[in-house]
Nanobody
Framework: QVQLVESGGGLVQAGDSLRLSCAGS????????IAWFRQAPGKERDFVST????????EYADSVKGRFTISKDNAKNTVYLQMNSLKPEDTAVYYC???????????????????WGQGTQVTVSS
């Protein structure tokens, strides 16, 4: 069973930066595809970014392209989401998720990820 723990959320002002971390418990973390999703109050959980097991495939939602960067450190069993130029509309609970199988066609689908963290709150004030 894979356990994921997010950290790094907080309250910032528009234009600031934050780095979220997703730490995994499993020795096979290096084989997992990891993604970030976010959910604002009253809205569905939306895809943010994903990275393949070795980091060779990366995908971003259009809303965060050019501002967010995902990276994976398999030696530390950790995935990072560097968020720059934050906007009030980035306010949400951010979740990391993991899946074992890679499929570029389904990387943005929440139901394809088997393991989820508890989430970390990011609030961006204007």
């Amino acid at each position: 069973q894979v356990q994921l723990v997010e950290s790094g959320g907080g309250l910032v002002q528009a234009g600031d930066s934050l780095r979220l971390s997703c730490a995994g418990s499993e020795d096979t973390f290096s084989t997992l595809v990891i993604a970030w999703f976010r959910q604002a109050p009253g809205k569905e959980r939306d895809f943010v970014s994903t990275i393949s097991s070795a980091g060779s495939y990366i995908e971003y939602a259009d809303s965060v392209k050019g501002r967010f960067t995902i990276s994976k450190d398999n030696a530390k069993n950790t995935v990072y989401l560097q968020m720059n130029s934050l906007k009030p509309e980035d306010t949400a609970v951010y979740y990391c998720a993991a899946r074992r199988l890679f499929s570029s066609a389904t990387m943005q689908q929440t139901d394809k990820y088997m393991y989820w963290g508890q989430g970390t709150q990011v609030t961006v004030s204007s």
